[in-house]
């Protein structure tokens, strides 16, 4: 998966702060660069997220590499990501979910709140009834 792309601004002195093109709800600002890439973008990038989510919208994801700066995301942020847009494509509810899950409509609920912390297998498990399934790739820093 590649990284959500952002546009650092700087026209704020001394901070900076940071939109994205493909995830109009995005904003965060930091002290500086390296503050906002390290402590601020992922959490707002996820909170931004949520809300596709929370309005009932397949997440958009990026189909590229950023040509600039990028906020990766974590696998298990991937993951509930990619159970959701399935979710969405095959027009299952959170209900439909917990059905065939066997577990009730809040557990499903919380695989795909993406500020729940969830254990992976069971997002996997999720995505495995929807015929879909984790391909994982590492890469160098």
Avoid at 34 to 44: F, V
Avoid at 45 to 59: E, F, H, N, R, T
Wanted: net charge negative; with cysteine.
């Amino acid at each position: 998966m590649h990284a959500y792309p952002i546009d650092i601004h700087t026209d704020v002195d001394p901070s900076v702060w940071a939109s994205s093109p493909l995830v109009p709800p995005f904003n965060c600002a930091g002290d500086d660069v390296a503050d906002l890439l390290n402590n601020e973008a992922e959490d707002a990038m996820i909170a931004a997220l949520s809300i596709y989510v929370d309005q009932g919208k397949k997440v958009p994801v990026p189909d590229r590499a950023p040509d600039g700066a990028g906020v990766y995301l974590p696998a298990l942020t991937m993951a509930k990501i990619a159970l959701w847009n399935a979710m969405c494509d095959q027009g299952v509810t959170r209900s439909n979910l917990a059905q065939q899950l066997g577990i009730s409509a809040a557990a499903a609920g919380r695989l795909v709140d993406l500020l729940h912390h969830s254990k992976l297998e069971n997002v996997e498990r999720a995505l495995n009834v929807l015929g879909r399934r984790i391909l994982l790739d590492v890469a160098v820093a």
